[in-house]
C-alpha cells in the first residue's frame, strides 16, 4: 500500500520547478570569459573564411551564442569548437589559413573539431600537444601536410583522436613512428586512415596494447606484412580493428591475439591464397562482422569460418572464391542463427541453389551477384522473411518465377537479379507482398505486356527492367506514380505512345524502345537523359532553352526524327554537360556559337544536315575527347585550332562533308589522337609529314579503357564511335581503346606518301584510297607489324609493293588496285590470302595473281626512270625504241641519197607543195 504524501508537503514539491527554472534562467544569461572571447577573435583573425560562416564572431559579442562555439552552462568557459566544413563539394564553404596559438587561452577547452576544412599549407600545431584538457580532436581530412607532431602524445585525457588524410590516399601528413601514442592511455577512438605509416613499423606494438582503446582505424596506411611478426601481449579492450585498402598478402597473425574483437576490416588488399583457418580460432568467438573483400582469395571455403557462430556481417565479395554455393551453405551452417547479411558477390561459385537457403531466417542482406550459379531459384527463398536486400544479378539462373518465390519477403527493399534467363509471368491482379524502393530485373522476361505490379510499388524510385521484352503502351499511371524515381531504365524493349513528362530526379534511359510525339518536359535535377533510337520528333528548343536545367551532365536523343536547327540557348549547360549526342536526327542549320562555351567530352552531329563553316567558339570546348561532325555538309578549311586548342581529342572524325584546303599541320600536336577520319571531302595538299608526332598511334601498347590510358575517369557506357574500317561501319564501345586508325580517302591529296607514315606503329587501319598519290609506296609500312587494314587503292603510285609488306601477319583487309605498281608480289601468308580484285589494275604478278613472273612478261620499272631492274638484265623497251628509230630513219633516207631518180621525184613533189602554199599566202594577203 502507497502511503500519501502529507499535505505540509506539496510546497516543497512546488518549489523545486521554481529553483530549476531560476538556475536555468540563470545560465542561459552566462557571458562568455573576456580573455576567451578575445582569443577566439585572435584565431579568427588568422583564417580565410571565403564564405563567412564565422561572420557572428565580432568584438564585443557573447562569444557562446557564435557559431560553432559552446561554454559550459554554469561558468561560461570555451569548452568545445565544432568548426567543420559542411560536407559540400564547394571548396568556397572550407575554412583556409593557419591556426592561431591563441587557443592555448582557452585553458578548458574539452573539444576541438576542424575537420573538412583546407589547411593545405601548413603542418598540424605542434602547441595543439600543450592542450592539456582535450578529450576529442578531430582533423580528419582537413589537408595538414608534414609529420605528425609527437607531443600530440601528452594529451593524456585525450578519448577521440581523428587525423584521417585526404580523401584521396595522397598521404599528405606521415609518421615514421608511432611511439607518441603510447602516451595517450585514455584513448578510446584512434583513426589514422589515408596516413602514410609505411616506415612505422611500430604500429602493432604500440596501437594494440593501448589499455583502453576500443576501435583503430588504419585503412590507406600503406601497411605491408611484418617480416618477422612479434608476439604481442595485446590489449582486451579493441572491439573494432580496420586494416582494409593497405598492402597485406597475409592477414595479420597478431590480430588472433585481440580476444575481444567484434569487427575485423581487411578489405581492398592483396590476400592470397586460402582463408586462413585462424579465423575458425575460439579467440575470436565475439567476432560479429568480417571483411575480406576485393582480395585475391581463392579456394573454397573452410569451415573455419563455418565455427564463427557469432558472426552476423560476413563479406567475401571480389575475390577468386571457387565451389559449390550448396557446399558453401552448408558450411556456414553453424551460422544459421546468427548471419544476418552475406556477401559473396564477384567470385567464381558454381552449382544450383537448394532449399537449404531457406535455413538462414534471420539474413537480411543476400548478395550472390556475378558468378556462375544456375539453375532455377528454390521455392524456399520465399521463407525468408527477414529478407531486405536480394541480389543474384549476373549470374546464369534461368526457369520460372513464381508468385510464391515472394510469398514471405514482407520486408523486401531492394531486389537486384539483372542478367539472367529468367521468366516471370504473374495474375494481372497479384499484389506483392513487398515494398520496394529498388528493382532491377534486365534481361527477365516480363512481357509481352507492361507489368502490372508495379504499381503497387509505393516506394520505387530506382527501376531498371531493361530488354524484358515489353511491347505495350508505357501506362500513363505508371509515369505518374506518386513517388519520384531517381533512376528508370526501360530502354531496349518495344514500348510505344508519347511521354509528355518525367518525374525523374537523376538518370532516365528510354532508349531503344519506339516512343513518338515531341521530347518530353523533365525536371530541373535530371542529370542523364537517353532517348536514343526513338521515333521523338519535333524541335529541340523547348528542351535546351529551359534556364532551370542546370545539372545536365549527358544527354542523348541520338537516332530520332528531330527537325530544325540546334538551338543558340547553351548559355546555362556549360557547367557540367559532358557528352552530348544528337547524331542521326534530321537537323539543320550551322553549329550555334554558344555550344562552343560547353565543355563536353562528347560532341556527336553525325548524319544531319547541318552546313556551314565551324564556328570559332567550338576552340573553347577543350576537353573534348571525341568530336564527329561526319556525314553532315560543313565547309570551309580544316580548323588549325582542332590541333591547338582540343589537345584532349581521342577521336576526330569529319568524314563525308565539304571541307576543303590542306590538312593543318597542328593537327600532328593531338598526342592523345587515336582515330582520324577526314575521308570523303575536298581537301588537297600533301600528307604532312609530321603525322609521326601522332604519339597514341605511334606506341603498340593500348589499354582497353574506353578512350585511352590518359582519361580513365569517363562514363564507360557514354563512349562509342563508329568508325569505317576494313570498307565497313561498326561502332566501338568497350574496345575502343585499342582502335586506333587513320582514313583521308577520296580526298584530292597529292605528292608521296611521307615515309614517316611508317613510324605510326600503332595504326591498326590506314586508308589513302581515292586521292593523287604517287611515287613509291614507302618501304617502312612493313614495319606497321599491327596492321589490319591496308588501302592504297586509286591512286597515281608507282614501282613495286616493298618486300617489307610479308611482316604485316594481321592484314585481313588488302587494297592496292588501280595504280601503276609492277613487279612481283611479295611472298607471305598475308598477302597471298588476299583475291585478285586488291591487285586489279596494275602490272603486278605472282601469286595469288595467275600472271607468272618470267623474264618475257616483266613490265618496265618505270619508277627507276627506265634504269635496269638488274645489273645482268636488258631494258627491251630502250632497245626497241633505238632499233625502231635506226629502221624508220634509213629506211626512207638511204632511197634518196643512192638512188638518184627517187631524189629528184621527191624534190619536185616538195617543190609542186611549197608553190600551192605561196599561191594560197598571196590571195589571202589581197
Avoid at 537479379?417 to 521468366?423: C, G, I, T, W
Avoid at 582502335?739 to 586508308?767: A, F, Q, R
Avoid at 604485316?808 to 611479295?826: A, D, E, K, R, W
Avoid at 627506265?866 to 633505238?882: A, F, M, P, R
Wanted: hydrophobic residues 40%.
Amino acid at each position: 500500500m502507497i502511503t500519501p504524501l502529507p499535505i505540509s508537503f506539496f510546497p516543497f514539491l512546488l518549489l523545486i520547478p521554481a529553483i530549476c527554472f531560476t538556475i536555468c534562467h540563470v545560465n542561459s544569461n552566462v557571458l562568455c570569459i573576456q580573455s576567451e572571447r578575445e582569443a577566439l577573435l585572435k584565431f579568427k583573425n588568422h583564417l580565410i573564411d571565403p564564405s563567412n560562416r564565422l561572420s557572428s564572431w565580432v568584438e564585443g559579442g557573447d562569444c557562446c551564442k557564435w557559431i560553432g562555439v559552446d561554454c559550459h552552462n554554469s561558468t561560461g568557459h570555451v569548452h568545445q569548437l565544432h568548426l567543420a566544413a559542411p560536407l559540400s563539394p564547394y571548396e568556397r564553404s572550407k575554412l583556409r589559413g593557419k591556426i592561431n596559438h591563441s587557443l592555448l587561452e582557452l585553458k578548458h577547452l574539452s573539444s576541438l573539431d576542424l575537420s573538412y576544412n583546407n589547411f593545405s599549407s601548413i603542418q598540424i600545431p605542434k602547441f595543439l600537444g600543450m592542450l592539456g584538457t582535450l578529450t576529442h580532436l578531430n582533423l580528419s581530412q582537413a589537408q595538414f601536410q608534414g609529420e605528425i607532431p609527437h607531443n600530440l602524445g601528452n594529451l593524456s585525457k585525450l578519448q577521440y583522436l581523428d587525423l584521417r588524410g585526404g580523401i584521396m590516399p595522397g598521404w599528405d601528413t606521415k609518421v615514421t613512428s608511432l611511439q607518441w601514442v603510447s602516451g595517450l592511455s585514455s584513448l578510446q577512438y584512434l583513426d589514422l586512415s589515408y596516413v602514410d605509416l609505411r616506415k612505422a613499423n611500430d604500429w602493432v606494438q604500440v596501437t594494440f596494447k593501448l589499455p583502453s582503446l576500443l576501435e583503430l582505424h588504419l585503412s590507406y596506411c600503406g601497411l605491408e606484412d611484418d617480416p618477422s611478426p612479434i608476439s604481442v601481449n595485446s590489449t582486451k579492450s579493441l572491439v573494432v580493428l580496420d586494416l582494409s585498402q593497405n598492402r597485406f598478402s597475409l592477414v595479420p597473425k597478431s590480430i588472433f591475439s585481440l580476444h575481444g574483437l567484434v569487427s575485423i576490416h581487411l578489405s581492398g588488399n592483396s590476400l592470397e591464397g586460402p582463408i586462413p583457418d585462424y579465423f575458425g580460432n575460439t579467440s575470436l568467438n565475439r567476432l560479429q562482422f568480417l571483411s575480406l573483400s576485393s582480395n585475391q582469395l581463392q579456394g573454397t571455403i573452410s569451415s573455419a569460418i563455418g565455427n564463427l557462430s557469432s558472426v552476423t556481417h560476413l563479406d567475401l565479395s571480389d575475390n577468386k572464391i571457387e565451389g559449390g554455393i550448396s557446399e558453401i551453405l552448408q558450411s556456414l551452417s553453424r551460422c544459421l542463427d546468427s548471419l544476418e547479411s552475406l556477401s559473396m558477390a564477384n567470385n567464381q561459385l558454381s552449382g544450383h541453389l537448394t532449399d537449404q537457403l531457406g535455413q538462414f531466417k534471420n539474413i537480411s542482406h543476400l548478395s550472390l551477384a556475378q558468378n556462375k550459379i544456375s539453375g532455377p531459384i528454390p521455392l524456399s527463398i520465399g521463407e525468408l522473411s527477414s529478407l531486405k536486400i536480394l541480389d543474384f544479378g549476373y549470374n546464369l539462373l534461368e526457369g520460372v518465377v513464381f508468385e510464391t518465390h515472394f510469398f514471405n519477403l514482407t520486408r523486401l527493399t531492394t531486389l537486384m537479379a539483372s542478367h539472367n534467363r529468367l521468366r516471370f509471368e504473374p495474375n494481372s491482379n497479384w499484389i506483392p507482398p513487398f515494398q520496394c524502393e529498388s528493382i532491377e530485373l534486365g534481361h527477365w522476361h516480363l512481357g509481352p505486356r507492361f507489368p502490372q505490379w508495379l504499381k503497387f510499388q509505393k516506394k520505387l524510385s530506382y527501376l531498371d527492367i531493361f530488354h524484358v521484352g515489353i511491347s505495350d503502351v508505357m501506362p500513363t499511371r505508371f509515369v505518374n506514380l506518386p513517388t519520384q524515381f531517381s533512376y528508370l531504365n526501360l530502354s531496349s524493349n518495344q514500348l510505344t505512345g508519347e511521354i509528355s513528362y518525367l518525374n525523374v530526379r537523376d538518370s532516365v534511359d528510354l532508349s531503344s524502345n519506339r516512343f513518338t510525339g515531341p521530347l518530353p518536359r523533365v525536371i530541373s535535377t535530371l542529370s542523364t537523359l537517353h532517348l536514343s533510337n526513338n521515333l521523338f520528333s519535333g524541335s529541340l528548343s523547348e528542351l535546351i532553352c529551359n534556364p532551370s536545367l542546370t545539372g545536365m551532365l549527358a544527354l542523348y536523343l541520338d537516332t530520332n526524327l528531330l527537325i530544325g536547327e540546334i538551338p543558340d540557348c547553351w548559355n546555362h549547360w556549360e557547367i557540367l554537360l559532358s557528352y552530348l549526342n544528337l547524331a542521326n536526327n534530321n537537323l539543320t542549320g550551322k553549329i550555334p556559337p554558344t555550344l562552343g562555351y560547353t565543355y563536353p567530352f562528347l560532341m556527336n552531329l553525325r548524319n544531319n544536315s547541318m552546313f556551314g563553316e565551324l564556328p570559332s567558339t567550338l576552340r573553347n570546348s577543350w576537353s573534348l575527347v571525341m568530336l564527329d561532325l561526319s556525314e553532315n555538309h560543313f565547309s570551309g578549311s580544316v580548323p588549325a585550332w582542332i590541333g591547338d586548342k582540343l589537345s584532349s581529342l581521342v577521336v576526330l572524325s569529319l568524314r563525308s562533308n565539304n571541307f576543303d584546303g590542306h590538312i593543318p599541320h597542328k593537327i600532328c600536336d593531338l598526342q592523345f589522337l587515336q582515330n582520324l577520319d577526314l575521308a570523303n571531302n575536298n581537301i588537297s595538299g600533301v600528307i604532312p609529314k609530321c603525322f609521326n608526332n601522332l604519339t597514341a598511334m605511334a606506341t603498340k601498347i593500348k589499354t582497353n579503357n574506353d578512350v585511352s590510358l590518359s582519361h580513365p575517369n569517363f562514363y564507360k557506357f557514354s563512349f562509342k564511335a563508329l568508325l569505317v574500317l576494313k570498307g565497313r561501319k561498326d561502332e566501338y564501345g568497350s574496345i575502343l581503346g585499342l582502335v586506333t586508325s587513320m582514313d583521308l580517302s577520296t580526298n584530292s591529296l597529292i605528292g608521296e606518301i611521307p615515309k614517316e607514315i611508317g613510324s605510326l606503329v600503332g595504326l591498326l587501319s590506314l586508308n589513302f584510297s581515292g586521292n593523287l598519290l604517287t611515287g613509291n609506296i614507302p618501304d617502312n609500312i612493313g614495319n606497321m607489324e599491327l596492321m589490319e587494314s591496308l588501302d592504297l587503292s586509286m591512286n597515281q603510285l608507282n614501282g613495286e609493293i616493298p618486300p617489307s609488306f610479308s611482316n604485316l601477319n594481321f592484314l585481313n583487309h588488302f587494297n592496292v588496285s588501280y595504280n601503276n605498281l609492277t613487279g612481283q608480289i611479295p611472298t607471305s601468308t598475308q598477302l597471298q590470302s588476299f583475291e585478285n580484285l586488291s591487285y586489279v589494275g596494275n602490272h603486278l604478278c605472282g601469286p595469288p595473281l595467275s600472271k607468272n613472273c618470267t623474264s618475257k612478261s616483266i613490265p618496265t620499272d618505270v619508277a627507276n626512270n627506265g634504269s635496269i631492274n638488274e645489273g645482268s638484265k636488258v631494258n627491251w623497251l630502250y632497245v626497241s625504241t633505238v632499233f625502231g628509230f635506226v629502221m624508220g630513219f634509213w629506211g626512207v633516207v638511204a632511197p634518196l641519197l643512192f638512188i638518184r631518180s627517187w631524189r629528184i621525184a621527191y624534190y619536185r613533189k616538195l617543190d609542186h607543195i611549197c608553190g600551192k602554199r605561196y599561191v594560197f599566202w598571196a590571195i589571202m594577203d589581197m
